[in-house]
């Protein structure tokens, strides 16, 4: 961090405010964690400042803090319950939580990941949040697939998006029926352990939070077992927690595909479009995992998928 990014150092400032609240000059030194166009994020201490994407709507997010702060055992609670503004961004300050580790993927916290879902999907709805925004980001992925040129993976990536119901494309509302309160972008890089280094597992990262379709947070770990980057026996172990804490996006048993192969067909669409954008701005080929998820597409295009959790037409 220099003195060229005047939004990082200003959230660092914050960020030693919450976590020095007596002393804010304090020399313990900050780490930036993200540093992106939707997202910049550094922590002093045991507190971080997120900035969040420029055009945030401010009474949605405050509605999403909301939530995280009533949900302690699921979601990691805010420090602030309003978000504050600096530079053009909303800034949100949350307890530090330690990630999880990528370099051990053995120690991947599956059990966690499905029964924090299983427990956020069984809560009451609250009145007046917003959609999940899922299906939105999906749809933005595709969008900007335009600015890879004419490669024969878009067509493939096109092809599995034309044949996903309006719902999933962000097209149409979501199915009312099912509906439940949805993290909308699950992965690994959104548990943490608070505190910090090892308390209980916690969800961050509430942008994506709403109403919605719960199968679509059980999606990214579908689609990857689908495309065969995630192991069978990492996807049993999440999804047999998420039945064990009574998640309502599957059949309690049998078979969970007819629930979650639209969701998963939109996030390898999602995924695959991101890598191919991201290969042709480098101008590099796609690389194993980037083949395997267009792959994926190619052979979407040819199946129609399987409609048991989208009761819209």
Known sequence: MTAADPLLAELSLRAAARAHPAAPDCSCGAATLADRA?????????A???????????????????VAAGLPDA???????????????????????????????????????????ARLH????????????????????????AAAGSRPAVAAVLGAWRTLPAWARAEAPMPARGAA?????????QLVRHPAPDGPWRLIDVDDLGVGVPAWDLARPAAW??????????????????RGGGGPA?????????????????????????AVVKSAAAGRPLDEVELCL????????????????????
């Open 48 to 66: 971080v400042a997120k900035a969040h994407a420029p055009g945030t709507d401010a009474a949605a997010l405050a509605e999403r803090l909301a």
């Open 38 to 46: 939707d997202a910049a994020v550094v922590r002093h201490g045991d």
């Open 181 to 189: 309160l949805c993290h909308g972008d699950l992965h690994l890089g």
């Open 225 to 242: 077992f689908a495309c065969g980057l995630l192991p069978p026996d990492e996807w049993t172990r999440f999804l047999d927690a998420y």
């Open 250 to 274: 599957v059949p309690a048993s049998g078979d969970p595909w007819p629930a979650l192969d639209v969701p998963a067909r939109a996030l390898t669409v999602q995924t695959a479009a991101r």
């Open 122 to 145: 069984r809560t009451p709805v609250p009145a007046g949040l917003p959609p999940m925004r899922g299906p939105g980001k999906a749809a933005l992925a595709v969008a900007r697939l």
């Open 75 to 117: 979601l990691l609670p805010p420090l602030a319950s309003t978000p504050a503004e600096l530079h053009g961004r909303l800034v949100t300050f949350w307890p530090y939580g330690a990630p999880v580790d990528p370099l051990d993927p053995d120690a991947a916290p599956w059990e966690a990941a499905g029964g924090l879902l």
């Open 294 to 313: 267009v792959d994926a597409c190619a052979r979407m295009g040819s199946v129609p998928p399987q409609r048991a959790a989208d009761p819209a037409t």
